[in-house]
């Protein structure tokens, strides 16, 4: 059918094909629920295979509907079990999916936790504990998804999950580790940016007769979230019935976001429509910190 009969989908080679994740293999952390989920069946939409990380000993009942989903769009969504914390079984894993494939096109780290206690009351132990899994546990997985890019030689595409806390004190949430956290994953994907933007070629690659020498890329971005409207936040309203009343006043669309409002991000940062897009940090906040 003509493209103007409108029957021919976004990310085809007919329409606005950089949208296209169409045989990549992606690897998305924290992917057994929530924002990470919902990012995951985004790519899985526009083509990818999908490898969710995460420390649950069983994902949702949500992702099970999803990978079920998987198999009528003709591709797949495969979860593996680990804590970002347990960097050798992290980088096994890492490894072997890339030897699955024989690539490694891209990474979403969602994985973290969230905390509220008064930093005069913070206990040193919780601290360490929240910077190991938001920022040594993202690093980590950043790394082990970067020697796989490296290895195969076809670069790739890295979003970090961050938050708008990363840039503003939330007013009446009393959460200064997470937040420093958070900053420090902005840092990390500018830093991370700027190293593996213009690899040289994997010698692995150059020495096959029909490589190009031309240089990898490997872009690093951050995506930082406003507050988002989940079974979990929802349950901490009953505990601070005024957090429901406040937080959607506090950004210029008077409104929470929804995990689904995300799902264009993902896509986004992960094909080739961002291709020239490397060390930002895409914040979607309502306007909140703009004010």
Known sequence: MS???????????????????????????????????????ALLEAGATVHALDR???PSPAFHEVAKRAKELGTSLHYHRIDVRDV???????????NEH?????????????QEIPAIEY??????????????????????????????????????????????????????????SKAAVLQLARNLASEWGNLP????????????????????????????????VDALFEQYPERRRDWPQENMLGRLSKPAEYRGAAVFLMSDASSFLTGADLRMDGGHSSW
Request: proline letters at 7%; hydrophobic letters at 40%.
């Open 3 to 41: 493209e103007s009969g409108g029957s021919i989908a976004l990310g085809t080679p007919a329409r606005m094909p950089e949208f296209s994740l169409q045989d990549k293999v992606i690897l998305v952390s924290g992917a057994a629920r929530g924002l990470g989920l919902v990012q995951a069946e």
């Open 56 to 58: 649950l000993p069983e």
């Open 88 to 98: 050798p079984n992290l980088n096994k894993i890492v490894e072997a999916i890339g």
């Open 102 to 114: 024989g690539r490694l096109d891209g990474l979403i780290a969602a994985a973290g936790i969230q």
């Open 123 to 180: 206990p040193a132990e919780e601290i360490d504990n929240i910077l190991h899994i938001n920022v040594t546990g993202v690093f980590m997985t950043a790394q082990a998804a970067a020697r796989q890019m490296i290895k195969y030689g076809r670069g790739g595409s890295i979003c970090l999950i961050g938050s708008m806390s990363g840039t503003i004190a939330n007013r009446g949430l009393i959460c200064p580790a997470y937040n420093s």
């Open 201 to 232: 070629p994997s010698p692995a690659n150059t020495a096959r007769p029909s490589a190009s020498p031309t240089h990898q890329s490997i872009r690093v971005n951050s995506l930082s979230p406003g507050y988002i409207l989940t079974d979990m």
